[in-house]
């Protein structure tokens, strides 16, 4: 069994007109919840064995402040081709996670990530900015994975709907 925690970037910014799209930073709204998706994932016990991160700038500070938060100093890849990728290419690249990694968090943008989840649950799930899917894959290796593989969507949970 493998557990998958996706999670799309906090809310960024669109200020400054003149950076392009993978420069954008957290505005203060994504630096509040970023936050408070580590604690809810502290508070669980939610802390993966692998984090793989897109290397667009508001995932980056994302991931940065969930780590902070969850006190996480195991690995972390920064991966370029996350940068706005379709679900395929996040399930290639899932494919690719050593096979000993009991669970990965993967810090990414839609469409792909709503997609994915879709793909490997069969449930349709909003992924507004700083939602986290939480799945469940009954599966050995992460090179089990296919688009037809139905794990289970354990949770959909974001900073406003924090109880």
Not at 59 to 71: D, G, H, P
Not at 102 to 108: D, F, I, K
């Amino acid at each position: 069994m493998k557990t998958l925690f996706l999670l799309r970037h906090a809310k960024s910014s669109w200020k400054d007109t003149l950076l392009n799209d993978h420069d954008r930073p957290l505005n203060g709204r994504g630096h509040e919840e970023a936050p408070l998706v580590g604690e809810y994932m502290r508070q669980r016990g939610f802390t993966p064995a692998l984090v793989t991160v897109s290397t667009a700038r508001r995932a980056t500070q994302t991931a940065a402040e969930v780590l902070s938060a969850i006190r996480y100093n195991g690995p972390v890849r920064y991966r370029e081709e996350l940068y706005l990728a379709e679900s395929e290419t996040l399930l290639s690249l899932l494919r690719k996670t050593p096979k000993r990694c009991p669970s990965l968090l993967v810090v990414a943008h839609n469409p792909g990530l709503e997609q994915l989840v879709e793909q490997l649950t069969g449930q349709a799930a909003p992924m507004p900015t700083s939602a986290l899917a939480h799945i469940e894959l009954p599966i050995e290796t992460w090179r089990e994975l296919t688009s037809g593989q139905i794990g289970t969507l354990l949770e959909l949970w974001r900073p406003a709907t924090r109880s």
